[in-house]
């Protein structure tokens, strides 16, 4: 489904993505872990076009990224990125007209179970409430590729557990994939299904988290510590 | 349902309508309170004259801010972290762009309608209804209502072609890191002299010498009545109007052009 073909990012000299390869599969929740500054965001705002690469090529079901791509596309980045002055329902009334797959049941019923109310302006509500009115926004939708930039991060150990609910909630696996930045290992290692470890803007370890596992005979954190403690693996 | 081009441009105009909701209320009270203060004093004691120089200062100022609003429109979206939504939505540079020069505008046609009206109805009241239609009476006597009618179409498309070169500095200025504000800044004044030059090189190429300049002569006549003739020509108008649509045209194509290949986060 996504494909990165020799991609190299860089902010001045700063290498954020270094000739980046690799094939993303369809259908699956993807963890892309690695420390801060490792490229994890600046992949996933390259997948949205809000990052353009220096070189390579990014393909999302064979298409460049564009106009077309973010029509199946869900980002949530990291930073509150909703109109401050919106209440949710307005911020709700503005994403859904852009969107073929927008699906109100769905809003309705996370509306419910994020516990939010539609009146609620955004400016007005906590950290945890704004984290959640992001993912309401993001999962009120059938998209094809839902991708969370630090879903967890700055937010209670109770809010997290309701994220993670939510991102599990209605995942169509097989026909849905999610792909997750986070430095927050242990809340989503349950979740994962294949998992990408950058490092320094390069691709360190890649696989299914279960043969991972099994092969390894470690957690996923234990992985995650000897790829960053070790040069080599 | 897939989103109508129509529905999405709409959604996009009424976020950025009601992201200057406060502002607008803000200019809009200024208005009745700027000319109810000077009200105030011409009954106190200014003399009634006044009041035509108190409405086009309030009316060129409500105008000023409204543009400087028009840098900061863009640039809002970055300072509140919105682009990255914006930059997300399916929707090209062309439709973002389209919908902000058409909140703009319906500033400008809002605030600078208010303006004028409170402005004409107390110039009325205190200089009295006859002398504003012995204006009007002037303007069509004299056939300068074609003129005036002209003029007022070349400024508004005038109008938008600043606001577009608005756009298209505050786009140069955010496609670079550091001092985007000061490049944004000089963008604006090379653009506008670049402009200038363009629109008088064409003026020159185009148009007979004696048809040059807009230029409304006055003399007087035998009868000793004012006599006005005017040397803003139709030929003038229709290629004027053309090359300020062309340049705009072409702006707000760059403009988008810059923020879908260019602006990154």
Redo the contacts between chains.
């Keep these: 489904m996504i494909e990165l073909k020799g991609v190299t990012k860089t902010f001045g000299s700063t290498i954020a993505l270094d000739n980046v390869s690799i094939n993303i599969p369809e259908g699956k929740i993807i963890g892309i872990l690695g420390p801060n500054g490792s490229g994890k965001s600046t992949l996933l705002k390259m997948l949205v076009g809000l990052n353009k690469p220096n070189h390579g090529n990014i393909f999302i079901n064979g298409q460049q990224i564009g106009v077309q791509t973010k029509s199946f596309i869900s980002y949530l980045p990291e930073i509150d990125y909703l109109y401050p002055w919106m209440t949710i329902q307005q911020a709700a009334d503005f994403v859904k007209s852009f969107y073929e797959d927008w699906d109100e049941n769905k809003y309705k019923e996370l509306v419910e179970f994020l516990e939010l109310q539609p009146s609620m302006v955004i400016k007005k509500v906590s950290k945890g409430m704004r984290a959640k009115a992001k993912l309401l926004l993001s999962f009120s939708r059938n998209a094809k590729l839902i991708l969370l930039d630090e879903p967890l991060s700055g937010i209670d150990i109770l809010t997290r557990d309701k994220i993670i609910e939510t991102i599990i909630r209605d995942y169509r696996a097989g026909d849905q994939s999610i792909l997750i930045t986070t430095h927050e290992v242990r809340e989503v290692e349950g979740i994962l299904d294949e998992v990408i470890f950058i490092r320094r803007g390069q691709i360190a370890l890649e696989g299914n988290v279960e043969e991972l596992r099994y092969q390894r005979q470690a957690s996923l954190v234990e992985i995650m510590k000897e790829v960053y403690t070790h040069e080599t693996i | 349902?897939?989103?109508s081009n129509g529905?999405?441009l709409?959604?996009l105009y009424k976020?950025d309508l009601?992201?200057v909701k406060?502002e607008s209320l803000m200019i809009l009270a200024t208005i009745f309170l700027g000319h109810l203060y000077f009200s105030y004093k011409i009954l106190t004691g200014w003399p009634e004259p006044t009041i035509l120089g108190v409405t086009s200062t309030i009316f060129f100022i409500v105008m000023f801010v409204i543009f400087i609003g028009t840098f900061t429109s863009v640039s809002r979206e970055w300072s509140?972290?919105?682009?990255?939504?914006v930059?997300?939505?399916?929707?090209?540079g062309k439709k973002i762009f389209l919908s902000k020069l058409l909140a703009v505008m319906t500033q400008l046609v809002i605030l600078g309608g208010a303006s004028i009206l409170v402005g004409s109805l107390l110039s009325s009241y205190f200089l009295g209804a006859d002398i504003i239609a012995q204006v009007f009476g002037f303007f069509s006597t004299h056939q300068l209502l074609k003129v005036l009618v002209m003029g007022i179409i070349l400024l508004f498309f005038g109008i938008i072609q600043i606001i577009l070169v608005a756009f298209f500095s505050t786009m140069v200025g955010r496609a670079f890191?550091k001092f985007s504000w000061l490049i944004t800044f000089f963008t604006f004044i090379f653009t506008n002299i670049f402009i200038g030059k363009i629109n008088e090189f064409l003026l020159k190429a185009l148009i007979a010498p004696v048809d040059r300049h807009l230029s409304i002569i006055g003399s007087t006549n035998f009868d000793g009545q004012f006599l006005v003739e005017s040397g803003l020509t139709t030929q003038f108008f229709l290629l004027q109007l053309t090359i300020i649509l062309l340049i705009s045209t072409g702006l707000f194509f760059l403009t988008a052009m810059i923020y879908d290949?260019k602006i990154?986060?």
């Design positions: 349902m897939k989103p529905n999405t709409f959604s976020k009601l992201s406060f509140n972290n919105t682009i990255y939504l930059m997300s939505l399916p929707v090209s890191k290949k990154e986060l």
